[in-house]
Structures are given as C-alpha cells and as structure tokens.
C-alpha cells in the first residue's frame, strides 16, 4: 500500500469517527417525547409524507399552521399542539428535522406549501424552530403565501425584519423560562410590526411548550404540563381565527 492511498484511509477513518461521535452526541442530548407524548402520537391520525405529519382540522376547517420543533427535540414532543389545534380546525404541519436541529431543514415550509397546494398559512415554531420559521416567513410573504407568524419561546432571526410589516405576529413566552435568551428576545421586538401581540403564561416554562420532560437549565413550572399546552392552544388557536 502507497503512503498516499495509506494517509488517505487514515484521514477518512478519522473523519467517520468523528462523524459517529457527533452523531452519538446528538442522540445522547436529543429531547424526547414524554410517555403519555408517544401514547398520544400513536393513538391520534396523521399523515406522514416525506419529513413532516399532518395532523387534519377536525369539523370546519379554520386555518392550516407549519410547524417547526425545538433544537434536539423529536417530533411527537409536540403531539399535544398538534391535535389541540386540529380539534380546533386548524391543520397541522409538523416538521420532522434531521438530526431533530431545524436550521436543516430551512425552506421546508416553503416545499410543503407547494406539494399541498396550500394558499395562505401560519408559520410558528419552538425556541430554535422559530428563528427558522421566521427565515422561512420572509420568502412565502415575498410570495404571497403568509398568513401570520407565532412564535413559542422563541424570536425572528437577526436577519429578519418585519418591522415595516403589516404581518400579524404572535410571540407566546412563559414567566419561568430560562432557556430563552431574554436579552435577544427584548431586542428583537424592534424588528417586529408594532401591531404584533406578546403573551405571557404565568407559571410556565421553556419546556412546556412541548411535552419532553425537563429540559436542562430551564425553570420551574408552577402550573402542569397539560395546563401550560392548554393555555398555548387556546392563545394560538384564538389568534389564528381573529384574523380568519
């Protein structure tokens, strides 16, 4: 064997080891859905079609939401806002992201709207997910496909700027979260439409927007899990059908 071809094995083997250990890393901090999540995800229909699930409006159908996740949390974490909001007439995209890091999947909502031949569409997303929504949001209102824009713990990208806007805009944050960069999240109102709608749910936390347990170095909830996802329904689902 040549020094060439043996330094070549030698690099690849050490790059596949560290594509493995990053790999494992990931996994070993993944968030995932809390047992009575995954009984939900089972029980409940959807349509899964190449990385997102879409969760039907239940009766007459009122508004259609896309859906990003937390950074490193599954999918069926968000089980519980999916079909809070499709039993109030909303569908529901769920995006599934690789490695469960949404910034991969940036211009996914933009494809679903395609695929589904969908018109006018909320966009919303979880801390991480959100930034990426609002990325994604800057492209389907250039091409007229934005409804509004919800963001759950979370603020716009700092390359975004709706400032000038007339998008209707909904930023849902909880009073015990830590995991939320407040100082960014304060600064970023600026590049907000004045007219966008901040709420605040008392006793909530970082975690609870989802349904995955703890997440390391949030707060402490004073109200439950379910009470939290309950009162993030309502608020998401009453914004969506003011602006009907």
Known sequence: ??????????????????????YGFILMFTYRGTPEAIEKWNEHSYVKKNQYYRFEAKGEKQATLLFYTGALVEPQAYVGIAEGLAKNGITTYVIESSLNLPIFEMGTMETIVKEENLDKVYVAGHSLGGVVASLDAVKLQKDNYLAGLILLASYP??????????????????????????????????????????????????SGFGMYGEQKGDGKASISNDEQQQKVIEKMTGFMKQLK
């Open 1 to 22: 064997m040549t020094r060439q071809r043996k330094w070549f094995y030698g690099i690849f083997g050490a790059l596949f080891a560290l594509i493995l250990l990053f």
């Open 157 to 206: 990208d700092k390359s975004v700027d709706f400032s000038s806007s007339s998008i209707p805009v909904l930023s849902i944050v909880a009073s015990q979260d830590k995991v939320l960069n407040w100082d960014k999240y304060e600064a970023s109102k600026a590049r907000l439409p004045k007219s966008s709608k901040e709420l605040m749910i008392q006793g909530g936390n970082h």
